[in-house]
């Protein structure tokens, strides 16, 4: 290495220590900056003591039922084919539409969120739901709260409803 490659490098050096100096301050997150991000975008931060009690609340709840639904984060088995069912059938079950009282809570996911409308009988297909929802990008927009929802309801009405409207 001759001298002016030896004084070229550390020119070098120091123009970029003086540039590392000069713009981290603009690079730095502060907790302020982060929860504004958050709250703009409808986001909530959970710490990991309360999402380990969250699972074990989801894990520890009775079953109302011996089904094949054992974990809310699995899909419930939606076979791509429903059984072909005669119009009366599907007629009494048309009739029977009835108003059903839904609730979302803080740290529900879109998955979370189908997975309890496929148990309480509000939708049909949970993949279904899930890809109308991301069509529309609806996912980020899912509000907490009560919310009274029919099981004649659409897809598309549900997704209006729990999102208030926003997609």
Do not use: C, W
Not at 79 to 84: A, F, I, L, R
Not at 134 to 158: H, P
């Amino acid at each position: 290495m001759d001298k002016h490659t030896a004084r070229g490098l550390a020119i070098g050096l120091f123009f970029t220590a003086i540039l590392l100096i000069v713009f981290k301050p603009m690079f730095t997150l502060n907790q302020e900056a982060v929860t504004s991000y958050l709250e703009d975008n409808n986001l909530v931060v959970i710490s990991k003591e309360e999402s380990v009690n969250m699972e074990q609340s989801d894990y520890s709840a009775p079953k109302e039922n011996d089904s094949s639904e054992d974990e809310p984060a699995q899909m419930v088995a939606d076979n791509d084919k429903e059984p072909v069912k005669s119009k009366d059938h599907q007629e009494k079950e048309e009739s029977k539409s009835e108003d059903i009282l839904f609730n979302i809570t803080k740290g529900m996911v879109s998955s979370d969120v189908a997975f309890q409308l496929k148990k309480n009988g509000l939708i049909k297909n949970q993949g279904e739901f899930i890809k109308t929802l991301e069509s529309k990008n609806g996912a980020k927009y899912i509000q907490i709260g009560e919310y009274t929802l029919n099981s004649s309801m659409s897809n598309d009405e549900i997704i209006s409803v729990i999102t208030r409207n926003r997609v």
